[in-house]
């Protein structure tokens, strides 16, 4: 936990994806709790996707950020609006039509597992 994945259209490929990956990881700490050591993300380049009526100017962004159950609401709205101005702050300036988005999601405690293996 958090579980956390990244997607983008090729508009935003001059992104510096690690380093927003890694300010979403400190908010992840900073706004509900979590350590740094429990944040995974995926980076996942959309090649093929449609956005509203197909125009290939469209471009996207979205973050989809599950965390464990228990926080309150206001942490979840809190964390959400946290990563999407670090979005908005952080993705390569493309002067074309653009939606950037994120969702705060839930994992089950009773029903997420990991191991952690190694060093």
């Not at 999407?84 to 999601?105: C, H």
Request: aromatic share 4%; net charge negative.
């Amino acid at each position: 936990m958090p579980q956390i994945t990244l997607e983008h259209s090729p508009h935003f490929d001059g992104t510096d994806w690690r380093a927003l990956a890694l300010q979403i990881h400190q908010l992840c700490v900073d706004v509900v709790g979590a350590t740094t050591q429990a944040c995974k993300t995926r980076i996942v380049r959309c090649d093929d996707l449609i956005i509203a009526d197909g125009d290939p100017a469209q471009a996207m962004v979205h973050c989809d950020l599950r965390i464990l159950t228990g926080r309150t609401q206001e942490q979840k709205t809190a964390l959400g609006e946290a990563v999407q101005a670090a979005l908005l702050a952080g993705v390569k300036p493309y002067d074309g039509p653009a939606q950037i988005s994120v969702e705060i999601g839930a994992l089950d405690k009773d029903n997420y597992r990991k191991v952690t293996l190694g060093g």
